[in-house]
């Protein structure tokens, strides 16, 4: 059974900086893309960062480049988010998803690119 475990989210203010997990098992890791995707109230889930465990290509969005880095641990099947600088804009449940058949690149153009999908953090920052 495909398991995606999100965490690490959390209250910070203006400028501060998370880093979330992303715990994954029941799947085969090397032929797969790993995305990150936030979604506010009231708003669609966007990307925000993707890494494909084959080749280890990232691709992020305008709206993370710079201030975000995805990483991933294949010794623990872990992928990170880390978020730096950030801003009220930020405030979502970030959720990751696994893209089950990517053998190269990935991309975050759409959440329904992704078969399955952790419960989502919370990340909360205030001004």
């Known amino acids: 059974e495909v398991q995606l475990v999100e965490s690490g989210g959390g209250l910070v203010q203006t400028g501060e900086s998370l880093r979330l997990s992303c715990a994954t098992s029941?799947?085969?890791?090397?032929?797969?893309?790993i995305g990150w995707f936030r979604q506010a109230p009231g708003k669609e889930r966007e990307g925000v960062a993707c890494?494909?465990?084959?080749?280890?290509?990232?691709y992020y969005p305008d709206n993370a480049k710079g201030r975000f880095t995805i990483s991933r641990d294949s010794a623990t099947n872990t992928v990170y988010l880390q978020m730096n600088d950030l801003a009220p804009d930020d405030a979502a449940n970030y959720f990751c998803?696994?893209?089950?058949?990517?053998?190269?690149?990935?991309?975050?153009?759409?959440?329904?690119?992704?078969?399955?999908w952790g419960q989502g953090t919370h990340v909360l920052v205030s001004s």
């Open positions: 029941g799947f085969t890791f090397d032929n797969s893309a």
């Open positions: 998803g696994l893209d089950q058949i990517r053998t190269r690149g990935c991309s975050v153009v759409a959440a329904s690119m992704y078969d399955h």
């Open positions: 890494i494909n465990m084959r080749d280890g290509s990232i």
